[in-house]
């Protein structure tokens, strides 16, 4: 049987890793990982401790690897950015998530190879223009993203279809706007984790949990509404793209369905069985400015496209996080 390999960046970090998990289910694959683990006690080597991968590269050594093992690449997913919406270094996210997509995607065209690679809902800013999902350069132009980790995506996203209009292009290139993912193999992202891990030691230990007030006269506290979406449904897309080569161009990747961070907390409360305890904090100033009430993407280009497997509810999606991994002794995909 032949293989074919798959490079996957930032394939130990929570998307990338269970991307990585749903790749190595097809044993006709070679699932190359791209990424650094840190500390062993940080325990993010976990992450892709159950996948059978077939190489482990680390970001330094890439050009080089790419040099010698690059023929038989069939396909990139590159998913290594720096996703804190508050890291206060510029010059380190546009280095860690333009430049290096710019590289990848220069081989890849030069290559011939495919790209699937991340962008973000934060490039929709405030979300005043809706969240429609429009790949062409002027709606892409017109989005205003809040901080410099949407911007740094929303850069990436117009030189792709700059390039991609020029026929200076991977044989197909895929950009995915994920919006607010969770699921098992976060741990390591700290306050970047969804509230869902962040709650859940509270929750466990049979606390109450503390969410943002609004600061909005729109909405209510707890009442800020954001699209939920299930790791394993971004692995299901990641993995239907990985077999659809003909699919091309810049997608939103959510539930389609705008939720309450309340209603979040209260499914976590409820997958063990407990009535809900919720008090309610001031959100921090720095963040107030910056903070997106609202966000559902509109999921129509990418059912278009072929897509039309089911995203998971809310509340199976936290149940199966929670009783499936949060609640036992090993919390890793």
Not at 308 to 316: C, F, R
């Amino acid at each position: 049987m032949s293989r074919r390999v798959i490079l996957v960046t930032g394939g130990a970090g929570f998307i990338g890793s269970n991307i990585v998990a749903k790749l190595c289910e097809d044993d006709s694959l070679d699932v190359v990982v791209c990424d650094w683990l840190g500390e062993a006690a940080q325990n993010k080597w976990k992450n892709i401790a159950k996948a059978a991968i077939a190489d482990f590269v680390a970001p330094e050594a890439l050009s080089d690897w790419l040099a010698q093992r690059g023929d038989e690449v069939e396909l990139v997913i590159h998913m290594g950015a720096i996703s804190s919406t508050t890291e206060p270094d510029a010059d380190l996210i546009v280095q860690s998530n333009f430049v290096l997509s710019r590289d990848l995607w220069r081989w890849c065209a030069q290559h011939q190879r495919r790209l699937i690679y991340a962008s973000s809902a934060a490039t929709y800013g405030d979300g005043l223009q809706g969240f429609d999902g429009k790949d062409d350069l002027e709606s892409l132009k017109a989005l205003r993203p809040m901080n410099a980790y949407g911007w740094s995506k929303a850069l990436f996203d117009l030189y792709a279809v700059r390039e991609a209009a020029r026929g200076h292009a991977p044989t197909q290139w895929v950009g995915l706007k994920f919006f607010n993912v969770y699921g098992p193999n976060e741990d390591h992202k700290g306050g970047m984790k969804s509230v869902v891990c962040q709650i859940w030691p509270k929750v466990a230990a049979g606390e109450g949990v503390r969410l943002f007030k609004s600061h909005h006269p729109d909405y209510e506290d707890g009442g800020q509404l954001r699209d939920f979406v299930y790791v394993r449904d971004v692995a299901d897309v990641v993995a239907w793209l990985a077999k659809s080569p003909h699919v091309n161009g810049i997608y939103n990747l959510g539930s389609g369905k705008a939720r309450s961070f309340k209603a979040l907390a209260e499914a976590t409360f409820r997958a063990v069985g407990r009535e809900p305890d919720i008090d309610y904090f001031d959100m921090p100033e720095v963040l107030r400015g910056k903070y997106q009430y609202f966000t559902q993407a509109d999921m129509s280009r990418l059912r278009a496209a072929g897509y039309n497997a089911p995203m998971t509810s809310l509340e199976d999606g936290v149940e199966d996080y929670v009783c499936g991994f949060l609640n036992t002794d090993d919390p890793y995909r």
